[in-house]
């Protein structure tokens, strides 16, 4: 063939191929285009699920805001703040082959990154699979296969009062797994956290950061059976599991959505953006007419749980996960009085030859027995209270054990806490009138979360109080002035039981403000200077002895507002073991209180301070008894004290009446009171 013909042949060759791949390329375009068009007609953007898969919300002034804060969550640049924008350009992104960028091992195309988006957009725009980017999701279809999802549980991890970030409970989602020979326990559980380390972290610090947003929350997945370790084994905590009645197809639907959101963060907000309001995000995309977000604005884990059974049909089963503590709780009460001897005496040294070298007894339960130690030792274990040498007990027992034919019926147990749902809602509003020293009163008062010590126990840990962003003021009759009588930033209070079984701290932190009263010393000093002009000027008698009338008609007490903060550590004491109700408890306490105010030459003072309360328990009535003494005498000013006495009826769980006495230092008073709490 002649040069002429081969260049003419090259030339047709190059043509054939450019023409038909800018061809091929005029089309995709032009169906993006067309896809593109399609969406502004229908304007999908504003679809709720749309919304809700990118998690949108409104701010103030009427605008879209993710409340995503990773740029890795969105395909455009304006995708946070623009939801048209996001939808148009995933549209684009969805159907254009791309490859990894250099070194991204780790790269996916975003079709197989937001499964669900695409899954949605190509339903609502009924695009043919032909369209998409042709591209291997092979990792995902592997993740989504190993889940099988098929049904949800919500978990609720009960409070937990010795770790900071468990004082409000704690909700994670369980997947349960369409294959029926898989074990619960090895299912899968979703878990939403600030990305921080409570252990390694100062309280104080790590309650402030995550108060106001300074940990990203992530997304994570476990084996469920490492959070019923470490919930139930570890922490002490008792687990409510409660079914969802979701059908397959939603269920599959949010775990999609929640391949979507590995990479994601939000930052994380204790009262909240926590936990439980990222969980009702993932429930929401399930089931679009639900609407959990709305309303509160403080999301508390036992009041989220209210929620789900407040849809009807919902929720259609629930479970209590005993905590390793509650189970132990619960065999001790089912023990007889010989059992009872036996099991204290081994708990007292591990010395368990009061169990293995005891003759056959057919009062005693000898295989229920070592079952309980062998939960005991590992109990205390955990808790970090287990001399060394119990570890060669402890497999001593579990040989003397493994010999032995099981002799008890290990079931039928009453849960030692009740379910979150049946207890009074965490937040609060105050109603008193009453009487003191300084006059008459009215007031009120308000509590953003959680507990308080006067409240019913149900659904919350007994004798314990979790106060966060709580304060009372009054109007007294005779000042005719609003006054602070009390803000608490946060109040902690737990008084668990002493006893064989754990040597646990009581401990009490308070942090904002109290209410002391003083004389007024201005006018001692006017009623001084008055004297000795009667004296020095006997002309002036008449008016002297006016003013000093005028004085003692005048205020001899001020009340003032302290700024406070106060802890104290201590035991308490309680029957925990017998089985019926838990009457009484008793607590003793010691540790110190910083006061501030102008009327201390310093400003501020540290002092000791004891402190004891009491507390007797009936059902829909409750007495509290509580002393604190404040050794303020170091410095050369009086002591204070602070004695309250109060008693409770509850009308319902979330209505209940008060009558409530204190005594202080130049101060008595008395008062009643209804608490509405919702």
């Not at 979150?420 to 009120?444: D, K, R």
């Not at 007797?616 to 309250?644: C, E, M, R, W």
């Amino acid at each position: 063939m002649p040069v002429k013909s081969y260049s003419l042949f090259i030339i047709f060759i190059l043509y054939s191929i450019f023409g038909t791949f800018s061809s091929a390329h005029a089309t995709d375009t032009e169906k993006i285009q067309e896809y593109q068009k399609l969406t502004r007609t229908k304007k999908l953007w504003e679809d709720r699920y749309w919304i809700l898969l990118l998690h949108y919300t409104k701010t103030t002034f009427g605008n879209w805001v993710s409340e995503a804060d990773s740029s890795s969550f969105f395909l455009s640049g304006e995708g946070r703040k623009n939801p048209e924008e996001e939808l148009l350009h995933s549209i684009q992104t969805f159907m254009t082959e791309t490859s990894a960028p250099p070194g991204e091992e780790n790269w996916m195309h975003p079709v197989c990154k937001f499964p669900e988006r695409k899954r949605w957009i190509q339903e609502k725009l009924s695009i043919p699979d032909s369209d998409f980017a042709k591209v291997d999701c092979g990792r995902f279809e592997k993740w989504f296969a190993t889940l099988n999802p098929k049904g949800a549980k919500i978990i609720f991890a009960s409070y937990y009062m010795n770790a900071p970030a468990s004082i409000f409970g704690h909700t994670l989602l369980k997947i349960d797994s369409g294959d029926p020979h898989r074990k619960e326990i090895l299912e899968y559980s979703v878990n939403y956290a600030a990305n921080a380390d409570p252990e390694s972290t100062n309280a104080i610090v790590y309650s402030i950061l995550g108060l106001f947003g300074g940990y990203p929350g992530t997304f994570s997945l476990y084996p469920y059976y490492v959070k019923i370790a470490e919930y139930n084994d570890i922490e002490s905590r008792d687990l409510w599991e409660y079914e969802l009645d979701l059908k397959e197809e939603e269920v599959r639907r949010m775990t999609r959505h929640l391949w979507e959101l590995g990479a994601a963060t939000f930052d994380y907000y204790f009262l909240d953006e926590n936990c439980s309001y990222h969980l009702f995000s993932l429930i929401e995309v399930a089931r679009p007419s639900l609407h959990l977000r709305d309303k509160a604005p403080f999301v508390i884990p036992g009041d989220t749980v209210k929620k789900y059974i407040e849809q009807e049909g919902l929720v259609k089963d629930i479970k209590y996960r005993p905590s390793l503590h509650s189970k132990i709780i619960q065999k001790l009460r089912k023990m007889n009085e010989d059992e009872r001897d036996i099991y204290e005496n081994v708990m007292k040294n591990g010395n368990i030859s009061f169990l293995t070298n005891k003759e056959p007894d057919p009062k005693i339960r000898t295989s229920f027995l070592s079952d309980t130690i062998l939960d005991s030792f590992r109990y205390k274990k955990a808790e970090g209270d287990s001399p060394k040498e119990w570890d060669q007990t402890y497999k001593q027992l579990l040989l003397f054990r493994s010999k032995l034919p099981t002799d008890y019926e290990d079931s039928g147990y009453s849960p030692i806490t009740q379910s979150p749902h049946v207890g009074h809602g965490s937040s609060a509003l105050y109603n008193e009138f009453g009487t003191s020293s300084l006059g008459n009163f009215v007031g009120f008062g308000y509590r953003a979360a959680v507990h308080d010590l006067l409240n019913t126990d149900q659904g919350y840990i007994p004798n314990s109080s979790v106060d966060y962003f709580s304060f009372k003021a009054r109007y007294y009759q005779d000042s005719k002035k609003l006054h602070l009588e009390e803000f608490h930033l946060i109040r902690l209070l737990s008084l668990t039981p002493y006893n064989s079984l754990g040597r646990s701290i009581s401990y009490f932190v308070d942090s904002g403000a109290d209410s002391s009263v003083y004389k007024n010393k201005g006018n001692q000093e006017d009623r001084k200077l008055l004297e000795w002009q009667a004296i020095l000027r006997p002309e002036d008698l008449s008016y002297t002895l006016y003013r000093l009338d005028d004085i003692s008609k005048s205020e001899k007490y001020e009340r003032v507002t302290n700024a406070n903060i106060e802890t104290t550590l201590g035991y308490s004491f309680q029957d925990q073991f017998s089985e019926g109700p838990k009457r009484f408890l008793f607590s003793a306490q010691a540790g110190a209180k910083v006061r501030y105010n102008g009327k201390y030459d310093t400003n501020a003072v540290v002092a000791p301070q004891i402190a004891a309360y009491w507390i007797a328990n009936f059902d829909s009535f409750k007495a509290v008894l509580s002393l604190h003494y404040y050794t303020f005498s170091i410095y050369g000013i009086p002591d204070d004290y602070k004695a309250q006495l109060g008693f409770r009826y509850a009308i319902h769980a979330n209505h209940e009446l008060r009558l409530e006495a204190k005594a202080q230092r130049n101060y008595n008073e008395a008062s009643f009171s209804y608490v509405y709490q919702f």
